[in-house]
């Protein structure tokens, strides 16, 4: 549960309730804990907006009555342009890399995949990958921008358990709109008495992620400033405590931006699993912290 801090009384207003299962594997996805994250949003809001889609967690939980999805890394949106306007696609871009994984071997199957994606990126082979790939990490070299997680060793959902999921997804996004872009230009649409939620990429834990080693977050807090200062709400999760609380970020949040702030126990990290080759993570609990400008 979330620990509110400082000399606020809980701000919760609103209950959620989550998809019945993940529609993407997501290394920071924060899925087990879209339902606390979002009873902390306003009890009305005009239009959603997520401009670090990534795996739509939050968005799916909101399921809001007007919602803007974005991210910058078209293959990912592709995979939620479908979901809105194509479901039945979506579900046979699955259904036949699962089909090749079949007949081929799972580790086969995915080398095959990853190879036809670094080709050339593309929302079907980004689609399967990052449900096979070890814990959800979606990773890419710097050196050639290709894709390099390996595969992972859990059993991918079959495509019926999978259509399943679109099928409740679909209806979940039905009212949104989904966006490829920068995060500064999607939040720039957000009007007075929307709510805006950023999960943008961590500066001190998934700098090995895609678009993370350019990503700076000085200049998301000066956009953030400018939503607050027209009346936008914004709901920021960023680095909270490491290793069981021994270590708290420090970053350069300006005072007075934020008037809230809560802690979410994420759990064990994957990305840290995959870093450290499996070894125990008894020590390697990951605590968001939830900043509120409202």
């Known amino acids: 549960m979330g620990r509110q801090q400082g000399l606020f009384a809980d701000v919760r207003t609103v209950i959620f309730q989550r998809p019945r299962g993940s529609l993407l594997k997501w290394v920071g996805s924060k899925f087990r804990v879209a339902e606390e994250i979002a009873s902390y949003f306003p009890a009305d809001f005009g239009t959603f907006h997520e ?4 795996s739509g967690a939050i968005l799916a939980t909101v399921a809001p009555r007007a919602g803007v999805g974005s991210d910058i890394f078209p293959p ?5 342009k479908a979901l809105r306007h194509d ?6 871009w699955y259904r036949q890399r699962y089909r090749q994984m079949r007949a081929n071997g799972r580790l086969s199957a995915y080398e095959q995949v990853r190879a ?3 080709a050339r990126p593309n929302g079907p082979d980004f689609l399967f990958l990052c ?3 070890y814990g959800g990490v979606v990773r890419f070299r710097k050196a050639d921008g290709h894709m390099s997680t390996p595969c992972g ?3 991918p959902i079959p495509p019926a358990a999978f259509a ?3 099928d409740e997804w679909h209806r979940r996004v039905q009212d949104c709109r989904f966006m490829t872009g920068d995060y500064a230009a999607a939040m720039a649409q957000a009007r007075q008495g929307d709510l805006v939620y950023c999960d943008p990429p961590y500066s001190h834990s998934q700098s090995i992620l895609y678009g993370a080693q350019e990503f700076d977050f000085r200049h998301l807090l000066k956009v953030i400033a400018e939503c607050r200062d027209r009346g936008v709400r914004v ?3 960023i680095d909270g405590t490491k290793r069981s609380g021994e270590h708290v970020c420090d970053l350069p949040i300006p005072d007075g931006l934020f008037e809230r702030q809560v802690f979410i126990n994420c759990g064990r990290s994957m990305l840290k699993r995959l870093q450290m080759n499996g070894q125990s993570l008894e020590r390697e609990v990951v605590a968001d912290r939830l900043l509120l400008t409202y």
């Open 235 to 237: 709901a920021l999760s």
């Open 153 to 155: 060793p859990h059993t």
């Open 87 to 92: 479901p039945a696609r979506l579900k046979e």
């Open 76 to 80: 990912l949106m592709d995979i939620w």
């Open 116 to 118: 036809s994606y670094n």
């Open 51 to 54: 401009p670090f889609l990534g």
């Open 131 to 133: 449900r096979t790939c």
């Open 164 to 166: 399943r999921r679109v």
